[in-house]
Structures are given as C-alpha cells and as structure tokens.
C-alpha cells in the first residue's frame, strides 16, 4: 500500500480515538522505531554513530528505553555513548580554565538530533500532510470536526506547514468547532461543581478538564 494511502488510513482511525491524532500516531511510531532499534539495529553501524554523536537518546525519550529483553541492547549504547564522552573529555585534558569550561560544556552535549526525535518529527509532517489531504474528504472532515483535533503544538505546527489555502480554512473552521465544543464542556464542568447544580452529576464534560490539558500540551511524548 502507497505510504500516503496508508497513513490517510491510520490517520481516520485515530481520528476515532480519544486525543490528538496526530500525537497517538507519532508515538506509535517512535515505539515501534525504538523496539526496531533495540532487538534488531543495536550493531548497525551507522546508528551507533549517530547516537553517540546524539549523546544517546533525550530524556523524554530515553523513559521509553526499558521494555523486556533490551538490557543488553541498552548496555551497549550506554557503553558507546560513555566512550564518546570519555574522549571528549580526553580531547580537553587541558581545559581546566573557566573562560574554557563553556566550550567543554558545548562539546559535551548532544552533537545531532536524538534519534527519535527526528522519527517524531518525520511522522509528525507525514500525518499532517495527510491530514491536509484527506480533510476535502467528507469522511475524513466529519471525522476530524468530531474528534479532540490537534493539540496545539501539532495545530501550530500544520498552520506552518500549510500550503493549500483552502484546506488550511477547513481546518482551521474545524479546530474553531472542536475548541468551542471543549470549551462549552469546561463551562459546565465548571457549573456543576457550583453546590447548587453538585447533585445534577457529571456526563461527558467530566473529564473535560483533562482533556483540555491535553488538548493545550499534548500527549506524552509528543513535541
């Protein structure tokens, strides 16, 4: 199946689901990029380079290293990413000077993108673009107009990349929508935790609060 197809697939079902679909499928994407790593491109030498050049993996995404059977995978990046630094530190026996301690310091950091992140990033502009595709499709723009939409850093993120006029109005109208709606649930939430409407109880606005967290930041691993 053509890569645009495909991802115009994925892209309507997480629109099914809870969140922004554009976060849930990149992070599907960045886990079945690490497990690939780990159980299978450990000794490719052009990714070993590269994440000793990374200085390994970013916080966010060295939390999702730990997964069954990968210790030894991980030993092993550890292992070359310790050396690299350990030869940087090498290189600058001499620095023991404050004025010279700031290049160290640069030295010492990462080199080149994490690798993950730079999946992420790929993913990220791959869902958008079929996203701004598919959105003159009426499945695909009823879909979206009824789901959470993009969280606002991946709807920042389309408005940068837009380069059809028409679909950028679409969704932007259908963002509008999805914000009004979330923000009509908040409103209610926020009545009926006034003591005199406490006993009418919660329904979809519920958890409206935290979906509007979400819908601000967006999920877990997302950028």
């Known amino acids: 199946m053509d890569l645009t197809i495909r991802s ?3 892209l309507r079902d997480a629109l099914a689901q809870p969140g922004c ?7 599907k994407a960045v886990e079945s990029y690490i497990g690939n790593l780990l ?6 030498i052009v990714i ?6 990374a200085r390994g993996f970013c916080r966010t995404h060295a939390g999702r290293l730990n997964r069954p059977g990968a210790s030894l995978s991980i030993a092993i990046i550890q292992h070359d990413v310790l050396g690299a630094l350990l030869a940087t530190l090498e290189d600058n026996a001499q620095t023991h000077e404050p004025r010279r301690a700031a290049s160290l310091a ?7 993108t ?16 079929a996203l701004f595709k598919g959105i003159a499709d009426a499945d695909i723009w009823q879909a979206y107009t009824a789901s959470a939409g993009l969280c606002l ?10 380069r059809n006029a028409e679909a950028l109005a679409q969704l932007i109208r259908a963002q509008r929508c999805i914000w009004e709606r979330l923000r009509a649930e908040l409103a ?19 958890d409206s609060w935290l979906r509007a967290t979400e819908a601000v930041v967006g999920q877990e691993g997302s950028t």
């Open 39 to 44: 159980y299978e491109s450990t000794n490719d």
């Open 106 to 112: 640069r030295d010492l950091g990462p080199q080149e």
């Open 188 to 206: 209610e939430f926020i009545r009926k935790n006034d003591y005199r409407f406490r006993d009418e109880g919660f329904g979809a606005e519920g």
């Open 8 to 10: 115009r697939h994925e």
């Open 153 to 162: 850093p991946h709807f920042r993120q389309a408005l940068r990349q837009a």
């Open 21 to 27: 679909p554009v976060c849930r499928l990149a992070n």
């Open 48 to 53: 070993r380079a590269r994440l000793r050049k």
């Open 114 to 129: 994490c690798p993950a992140c730079w999946q992420q990033g790929e993913m990220e502009h791959l869902y958008l673009e």
